[in-house]
């Protein structure tokens, strides 16, 4: 079965066919039911249900209704009159998580880049330190520039952003060859699956 | 309910959740072998990120308000945007339909937040042209606010009739069934045009890919660093990073978008000043500067 359906999925290569889009299919059917079941399972029972109504012994925590509220009101949209509701639990998610990953997010992406930045242009007696920090600052300093888009990217000040793109360039460079590489050990995973699990081939 | 509503509601939560995030923080960082756990409403260790985003905060208030009096903000028009345009020009000559994928993230996303900002402007341009606008969705809870957003773009451009609901689909929750299917959209359906504009992940590439070999025009952005090679490899104009922002913010010209813009502009205007002192001190072997940026 893993075999057939790895090489329908890899049949795709060849071009748009049948056994493609049995394989295609199948997958999002089964991966929309599996999730229904999970989340069903693992959130609706497991948080909702188990917390609110607990077995006997422990006090109900009527909290978690909060969340139920908030899940009942996304699936008031199925009636178009009070639809609006759905609104308040869609403002909470992005509200909330806002404000939930705001210190972390200031913390990681500025602060912590800013002083990394910080660097001396001169490491006496250690070439390699010099040219990296030079190099690490310099590169900061014109993406930043790129970024910044309340300037027109012209003259001098154009130039610098266009030095910050050729940086982000070979950054993207370096990253898509470390990726490659990712993606290519999943495909000799693949490979050792099928010539050697399957057909045995590879002892 | 109307837009200062929900803002308000946006606005307790943001305050509600850091908060509460704040005092597990602080739980967290105490020794395991305390019983009882210390709360602090302030953390007096981090002073320096609370000047730092009280700076920044006013800066973006300050700005906003600004648009709101409809002063002019000015933003540099980023090529992105021509190329999205165009994209939806060469649909129309062709007569084909336009595949905006959203990415793969939830609401909670804030580039899925500026996807769906897109998304509308794109709907209002594509209904004047009377072509389909395909969106396939990963997370069910982006199909009610695309949905919203592609109406409102049918509606300002005066074709509500011209709205086709069954265009906004849910596809799956897993990532690479997701893939998939798209993968199939683009084959059976052949758009002429793929808007990739969102956060996306492992899936770009497989994506990007398939749409460059169906000879589609494709326009792609993200702020996830690591998919961008591949966009930039496979997409004939990549939105990079915060120009995704940039774009939402240039196409609805709305106040607060516009404002928060300009902020980020200070912010980085300080950081560079910021990197430019420290980096002369930090040669000099003056420490002090660089210490300010210590976070414990």
């Given at each position: 079965?893993?075999?057939?359906?790895?090489?329908?999925?890899?049949?795709?290569?060849?071009?748009?066919?049948?056994?493609?889009?049995?394989?295609?299919?199948?997958?999002?059917?089964?991966?929309?039911?599996?999730?229904?079941?999970?989340?069903?399972?693992?959130?609706?029972?497991?948080?909702?249900?188990?917390?609110?109504?607990?077995?006997?012994?422990?006090?109900?925590?009527?909290?978690?209704?909060?969340?139920?509220?908030?899940?009942?009101?996304?699936?008031?949209?199925?009636?178009?009159?009070?639809?609006?509701?759905?609104?308040?639990?869609?403002?909470?998610?992005?509200?909330?998580?806002?404000?939930?990953?705001?210190?972390?997010?200031?913390?990681?992406?500025?602060?912590?880049?800013?002083?990394?930045?910080?660097?001396?242009?001169?490491?006496?007696?250690?070439?390699?330190?010099?040219?990296?920090?030079?190099?690490?600052?310099?590169?900061?300093?014109?993406?930043?520039?790129?970024?910044?888009?309340?300037?027109?990217?012209?003259?001098?000040?154009?130039?610098?952003?266009?030095?910050?793109?050729?940086?982000?360039?070979?950054?993207?460079?370096?990253?898509?060859?470390?990726?490659?590489?990712?993606?290519?050990?999943?495909?000799?995973?693949?490979?050792?699956f099928l010539f050697g699990t399957w057909l045995g081939l590879i002892k | 309910m109307d837009n200062r509503k929900i803002s308000l509601v946006i606005l307790i939560s943001a305050i509600w959740l850091t908060?509460?995030?704040?005092?597990?923080?602080?739980?967290?960082?105490?020794?395991?072998?305390?019983?009882?756990?210390?709360?602090?409403?302030?953390?007096?260790?981090?002073?320096?990120?609370?000047?730092?985003?009280?700076?920044?905060?006013?800066?973006?208030?300050?700005?906003?308000?600004?648009?709101?009096?409809?002063?002019?903000?000015?933003?540099?028009?980023?090529?992105?945007?021509?190329?999205?345009?165009?994209?939806?020009?060469?649909?129309?000559?062709?007569?084909?339909?336009?595949?905006?994928?959203?990415?793969?993230?939830?609401?909670?996303?804030?580039?899925?937040?500026?996807?769906?900002?897109?998304?509308?402007?794109?709907?209002?341009?594509?209904?004047?042209?009377?072509?389909?606008?395909?969106?396939?969705?990963?997370?069910?809870?982006?199909?009610?606010?695309?949905?919203?957003?592609?109406?409102?773009?049918?509606?300002?451009?005066?074709?509500?009739?011209?709205?086709?609901?069954?265009?906004?689909r849910f596809i799956s929750d897993e990532q690479f069934a997701y893939a998939a299917a798209v993968n199939g959209i683009m084959l059976r359906e052949r758009p002429a045009a793929n808007l990739l504009l969102?956060?996306?992940?492992?899936?770009?590439?497989?994506?990007?890919?398939?749409?460059?070999?169906?000879?589609?025009?494709?326009?792609?952005?993200?702020?996830?660093?690591?998919?961008?090679?591949?966009?930039?490899?496979?997409?004939?104009?990549?939105?990079?990073?915060?120009?995704?922002?940039?774009?939402?913010?240039?196409?609805?010209?709305?106040?607060?978008?516009?404002?928060?813009?300009?902020?980020?502009?200070?912010?980085?205007?300080?950081?560079?000043?910021?990197?430019?002192?420290?980096?002369?001190?930090?040669?000099?072997?003056?420490?002090?500067?660089?210490?300010?940026?210590?976070?414990?």
């Amino acid at each position: 079965m893993g075999a057939f359906l790895t090489l329908g999925i890899i049949s795709f290569l060849y071009k748009d066919n049948p056994w493609y889009k049995f394989c295609e299919a199948l997958f999002v059917g089964i991966s929309a039911g599996y999730w229904f079941c999970t989340v069903f399972w693992s959130q609706f029972v497991a948080k909702l249900v188990d917390n609110v109504f607990p077995p006997a012994g422990q006090p109900p925590q009527y909290a978690y209704l909060v969340g139920g509220l908030l899940g009942f009101m996304m699936l008031l949209r199925l009636v178009p009159k009070i639809g609006w509701f759905s609104r308040w639990p869609l403002a909470f998610v992005v509200g909330g998580t806002a404000g939930a990953y705001l210190i972390g997010y200031a913390l990681s992406n500025g602060m912590k880049q800013v002083k990394s930045t910080i660097l001396p242009l001169w490491v006496s007696g250690n070439l390699n330190a010099t040219v990296g920090n030079i190099i690490l600052v310099v590169g900061t300093f014109c993406g930043l520039v790129y970024f910044f888009f309340s300037k027109e990217h012209k003259g001098t000040y154009g130039k610098i952003a266009k030095l910050g793109i050729f940086f982000l360039m070979i950054t993207f460079g370096a990253s898509f060859g470390y990726t490659v590489m990712a993606r290519m050990s999943l495909l000799i995973g693949r490979m050792d699956f099928l010539f050697g699990t399957w057909l045995g081939l590879i002892k | 309910m109307d837009n200062r509503k929900i803002s308000l509601v946006i606005l307790i939560s943001a305050i509600w959740l850091t908060l509460c995030s704040q005092i597990l923080l602080a739980q967290e960082a105490a020794p395991l072998t305390e019983t009882k756990f210390d709360y602090h409403w302030f953390d007096t260790k981090r002073w320096n990120i609370f000047i730092t985003l009280a700076i920044v905060f006013s800066a973006i208030l300050w700005f906003i308000s600004r648009a709101k009096k409809g002063k002019s903000l000015f933003i540099r028009r980023i090529a992105g945007l021509d190329a999205i345009e165009e994209a939806v020009g060469r649909a129309t000559e062709m007569g084909k339909s336009v595949l905006y994928i959203p990415g793969i993230h939830d609401m909670n996303d804030i580039q899925t937040v500026a996807s769906m900002i897109i998304l509308g402007n794109v709907a209002k341009t594509i209904a004047r042209y009377d072509i389909p606008l395909i969106v396939p969705i990963r997370q069910p809870f982006v199909v009610p606010v695309a949905e919203e957003a592609v109406r409102q773009g049918y509606l300002s451009a005066g074709r509500p009739d011209a709205f086709v609901k069954d265009n906004i689909r849910f596809i799956s929750d897993e990532q690479f069934a997701y893939a998939a299917a798209v993968n199939g959209i683009m084959l059976r359906e052949r758009p002429a045009a793929n808007l990739l504009l969102g956060s996306f992940y492992a899936e770009s590439l497989l994506l990007a890919e398939t749409g460059a070999s169906t000879g589609a025009i494709q326009v792609a952005g993200t702020a996830n660093i690591h998919q961008l090679p591949f966009f930039v490899v496979a997409c004939d104009y990549t939105l990079i990073g915060e120009e995704l922002f940039v774009a939402s913010a240039y196409l609805s010209r709305e106040p607060k978008l516009l404002g928060s813009l300009k902020g980020s502009d200070l912010a980085k205007a300080l950081i560079v000043l910021a990197i430019i002192i420290g980096t002369i001190l930090e040669t000099m072997g003056v420490k002090w500067f660089t210490k300010l940026f210590v976070v414990q």
